[in-house]
């Protein structure tokens, strides 16, 4: 994925805001987890403020990408729809702090930084949004890969009987 690199602290006093597509195959921890890298993911990120005058990130991110069922194994189409708000603080100590303060678990408090790399924040959020177990919600019947499993390769032992 290309730099996107921002100064939080002034993306958010400026209310800010960008929007863009990302394709899968530049994302290495997620590709990881999928069994393609095909696609893209649509991002946006908004600055702004919250109630309290904390600088806000607004962060949505979503597209499908391509999970394999833990029942079945078979690959199936995952829909990532995603949308966090990211507090800032200006360090981890304080993010803490401000977290305990606010204790609203809709709302992440993290340490802002003036050269935060939303690449990697917009990654880590279509982490977070994957199942921790993706299964269909209703499996395909299996006859319909049965005739794909029919067609055993031949045992390894079968070839070296054929070597004598």
Do not use: Y
Request: net charge negative.
């Amino acid at each position: 994925m290309d730099a996107f690199v921002i100064d939080a602290f002034d993306f958010c006093r400026q209310k800010l805001e960008r929007a863009g597509e990302t394709a899968l195959a530049d994302m290495p921890r997620l590709t990881a987890e999928l069994t393609d890298a095909q696609g893209s993911l649509h991002w946006k990120v908004q600055g702004g403020s919250d109630g309290k005058g904390h600088p806000r990130l607004i962060l949505q991110v979503s597209g499908p990408v391509h999970l394999r069922c833990q029942r079945c194994l078979q690959p199936f189409e995952f829909a990532i729809d995603s949308s966090s708000v990211l507090i800032l603080a200006q360090d981890e100590a304080s993010a803490d702090a401000l977290e305990e303060q606010l204790d609203d678990d809709s709302i992440d408090v993290v340490a802002g930084s003036r050269t935060m790399d939303m690449a990697a924040m917009i990654e880590d959020e279509a982490l977070l949004a994957l199942p921790l177990s993706p299964k269909h919600d209703v499996c395909p019947d299996p006859a319909d890969f049965a005739a794909v499993s029919s067609k055993k390769a031949e045992s390894p032992f079968a070839v070296l009987k054929n070597l004598k």
